[in-house]
């Protein structure tokens, strides 16, 4: 069953128009590895001239849903649409790895048992003892890919942001008015230091900031094609979204913004639905409220400028189409030079947990993008996702290279004058 996907893909001309901005296309070759391809296998299934069968799962999963061949198609196809529904009537039929379930069905609906799981493997991967990575290979939690997962985090932290935002009060001096945020799963568990650098800017520039007792977005779940998943994520989340008087929501992870902006494709309740579409226009990436404030911010001018370049997430360049907001940012800092990335926009392998599901191809992309990291000659590779930090940090450690990788805010925050 596709439904509207069959429209979808019926309307691909087959120009190839999506060939040179493919990631997989460009690393493999190979037609059934692009857009094109994808939405003939799609096609031919639907018609019933192709099976669904196990051998068209590397097709349908291995597409990073980035949507690059989106912003080139002339009729408009959103690709990771066709590919999280395929994803779906695959894993209706075939059935979901265990691992998968137990994430999408358990552990992030009860982020608290996540979180103390963490708590446990912390010490363990803290202290550089390869215990942990023997336990889940026992366990056969991330199979041949363990130890690019492992990898992937340089450090667990100790506390998770929300544990860390309790210990503060987040009001600002003189108030211009009040955002709710909306913690992503990422920067809550992997990266507290940049939701601090969130909570700080917010506060800094005259917001009182009501932090949300928010689930994951839904995305990972969407990625592998759980859409019951992602529908009961989209609905507690929704219910928190519908009761804030706040006059923001922010999140500072492009994915968790593009998607949640997506709820009401999961909705099935069309009184819920038209309730939420005022509210789904009140979110905005913390990357276009900096463009928005920039007027606000209180500058260092104290330096030789660092030379400073700029990764665009896929959510944020081909989802929302944010491109300019995070460029007027960096330019605006006096203490930056600014360099543009050659391929900015093209993904970096990360894709939520693609560098651990198809690590092999993963790291050729992002082989591409190093070439391209080396050849901007920065000091400072900055963008606004946790998953493209993650991978991006994890190429740049790998490859000995003398680049810093941070979040747009830890950049705007470090350049900020703090009274
Ligand atoms: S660019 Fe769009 S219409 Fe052209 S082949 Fe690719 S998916 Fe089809
Ligand atoms: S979503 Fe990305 S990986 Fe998938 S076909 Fe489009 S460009 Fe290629």
């Not at 409220?289 to 400028?305: E, G, H, S």
Request: charged share 20%; with cysteine.
């Amino acid at each position: 069953m596709l439904d509207n996907t069959y429209d979808k893909v019926i309307s691909c001309s087959k120009c190839g128009f999506c060939q040179p901005t493919c990631p997989t296309y460009l690393v493999s070759g190979l037609e059934h590895e692009v857009a094109r391809g994808r939405h003939q296998l799609v096609r031919a299934q639907a018609e019933g001239r192709v099976a669904m069968n196990k051998d068209i799962k590397d097709t349908l999963f291995q597409c990073l849903m980035c949507n690059a061949c989106y912003s080139n198609c002339f009729p408009r196809i959103k690709t990771d649409e066709v590919i999280a529904r395929a994803r779906y009537d695959y894993i209706t039929r075939y059935g979901q790895p265990q691992l998968q379930r137990y994430i999408f069905h358990y552990l992030l609906r009860h982020p608290e048992v996540l979180s103390r799981l963490l708590k446990l493997a912390a010490p363990v991967k803290n202290s550089g003892l390869s215990g942990l990575a023997q336990a889940l290979r026992i366990l056969g939690w991330f199979g041949k890919n363990l130890a690019t997962a492992e990898q992937l985090l340089e450090k667990i932290p100790r506390k998770s942001l929300r544990e860390l935002a309790a210990m503060r009060n987040w009001q600002p001096r003189k108030t211009r008015g009040k955002v709710a945020y909306f913690v992503g799963c990422g920067i809550n568990f992997a990266q507290p230091e940049v939701g601090l650098a969130t909570l700080e800017l917010l506060t800094l520039r005259g917001f009182a900031v009501e932090i949300l007792p928010n689930f994951c977005c839904g995305l990972p779940a969407y990625a592998y094609g759980d859409l019951d998943s992602v529908r009961w994520f989209a609905q507690q989340n929704s219910e928190l979204l519908l009761a804030t008087d706040a006059d923001y929501i922010i999140t500072d992870c492009g994915s968790c913004t593009s998607f949640l902006k997506e709820y009401h494709r999961f909705c099935d309740d069309p009184v819920q639905s038209e309730r939420l579409q005022p509210i789904l226009n009140k979110i905005v990436d913390l990357t276009h409220w900096l463009a928005d404030t920039m007027d606000w911010a209180n500058y260092k001018d104290d330096r030789q400028p660092y030379r400073v370049t700029w990764h665009d997430p896929c959510h944020l360049a081909h989802h929302l189409h944010e491109k300019a907001s995070s460029r007027a940012v960096m330019r605006n800092i006096p203490n930056v030079s600014y360099t543009e990335l050659p391929e900015a926009d093209m993904c970096c392998g990360g894709a939520g947990s693609y560098n651990i599901a198809h690590s092999d191809i993963s790291k050729k992309i992002l082989a591409r993008k190093l070439t391209n990291v080396v050849s901007a000659n920065a000091d400072i590779l900055a963008t606004a996702c946790p998953a493209c930090i993650m991978q991006l940090a994890w190429g740049v450690r790998q490859n000995g290279m003398p680049v810093r990788v941070m979040h747009l805010n830890q950049l705007v925050l470090e350049n900020t004058v703090r009274d």
